[in-house]
């Protein structure tokens, strides 16, 4: 079983507008979801000449999340949903989810939480060409957490994120 953490983290430095707000870092088994995403891009994006493509993302913004239990469960339906799959990452330069966000179906069931069928968007398959290529993320993932310890890292998160944070973000 794989495990989760979601941290708050402050990074208004990469956001478009310099905003100050507070973002959600996820680590999966201890390693920074940013990094693995890197490992699985940087073969893809080596071969298209644009390395600093690979892992370019950042933590989303929690005051843009109107709900990160929803968000987190997959069933959020706002600018962060793409045809039922959620976005866990934004945007490296800018900060915008749309512009460059990392995707992945979330599927909740009785005892566990499942991150499978990442994808980078702008890199899908029918989008390849001569200049841009398909980025396949089959070995990344799936992941698959305890749900109790899934839910119980996200609660800490929104609970701590309650203290600090204006609304309209929603709690669990």
């Known amino acids: 079983m794989d495990t989760i953490e979601f941290k708050l983290v402050k990074d208004s430095e990469i956001y478009a507008d310099k905003a100050p707000s507070p973002a959600v870092a996820i680590f999966v088994n ?14 893809f994006a ?8 690979a892992g370019n993302y950042a933590w989303l913004r929690l005051n ?13 339906e706002s600018e962060f949903y793409y045809r039922a799959k959620t976005n866990l990452l934004e945007c490296g330069d800018c ?13 909740v069931k009785k005892t566990i939480v499942v991150w499978k069928k990442f994808e980078q968007p702008y890199r899908r398959k029918k989008y390849a060409s001569s200049r841009v290529k398909h980025w ?5 993932g799936p992941f698959r957490f305890d749900r109790e310890q899934y839910e119980t890292a996200l609660k800490a998160m929104i609970g ?13």
């Not at 915008?96 to 179906?105: E, I, K, T």
């Not at 994120?161 to 973000?169: G, H, L, Q, Y």
């Open 46 to 53: 080596e071969a298209e000449g644009r390395t600093t493509d």
């Open 64 to 76: 843009w999340l109107h709900g990160p239990w929803e968000h987190f469960h997959g069933t959020a």
């Open 30 to 43: 201890g390693r920074s979801l940013i990094d693995l995403a890197r490992e699985i891009e940087l073969p």
């Open 136 to 140: 396949n993320y089959d070995i990344f």
């Open 160 to 172: 701590e994120a309650s203290k600090t944070v204006t609304p309209p973000f929603a709690s669990a």
């Open 95 to 107: 900060g915008v989810s749309g512009c460059w966000p990392l995707l992945a179906r979330i599927e």
